[in-house]
């Protein structure tokens, strides 16, 4: 079998080096990866890239940037900062695009943290996109919306695309956030119809998880409506890769081979038999 539309985060496999990564991946038929800075802190990028490019891997995505909100001035500048430090690490790396978790702080409104988020985003689109890098928005489950992002369905990174109008600037959908939205085929619409639909995540949404960071279900094993959700992302003329992004404290315990073994027998079953 092989799987040659489909990515896996590093994160997923939390335990792996990303040499195991690239290796666990590769052998198992996968087309792509996106790697977390989680997985690469301290590693040889170069090294890195030349790895995912020998193991015949396509690099996806470098995950993440944002965080652009802060309370002071001085706070937003050093985001910004540290985004451009992802823009040369996703450079080194080879990454096409980075995704941006756009942050939230506790201590100011909704508004003050869209607006900041909106200015941050703009003083990176540039260059960004001078250095052959996308930036992909994913917005976040609001629950989530303390203290990790104000962009919290797809209809608000839809508004904050809009907003921007940069042609560097898109939106990463990831079903775990976005699967409760009632208007979500028109948002998905609306998104592939300006061209920001840059990358599409894939897992489940557990309604009885017991953490709501670490225990992301396979697919199939929650509510999230994943095959319609995938129609309407393919009939928008998605032609990246489903990548599979899923955090898990129980699946990390075990082994990852065995975890990725679960991963792509859930993928046939949910986007191969259940789609043909
Ligand atoms: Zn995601």
Sequence with gaps: MSYPELAVHTMTTKPWSITECIEGYARRGIGGISVWRETVDGEDLCTVRRQIADAGLAGVSYVRGGFFTGLTAGDRGKAIEENRQVLR?????????????????????????????????????????????????????????????????????????????????GIAVDVYHVWWEADLEAQLRRCADHGWLDAYHICDFKPDQEDVLLDRGIM?????????????????????RREVEIFSRTWWERDQGDFLEAILEAYEDIYRGGLE
């Design 89 to 169: 690490e996703a450079e080194a790396l080879g990454l096409p695009m980075v995704v941006l978790v756009c942050g939230a702080s506790v201590g100011q409104g909704p508004r003050e943290n869209i607006s900041q988020i909106r200015d941050g985003i703009a003083a990176i689109a540039d260059e960004a996109q001078e250095t052959g890098i996308r930036l992909a928005i994913e917005p976040l489950h609001p629950v989530y919306a303390g203290d990790r992002s104000a962009i919290c369905s797809l209809a608000m990174a839809n508004d904050l695309c809009a907003d921007l109008a940069h042609p560097n600037v």
């Design 220 to 240: 199939g094993e929650g509510c999230a409506q994943l095959a319609a959700i995938d129609a309407w992302v393919m009939e928008n003329g998605f032609d990246g």
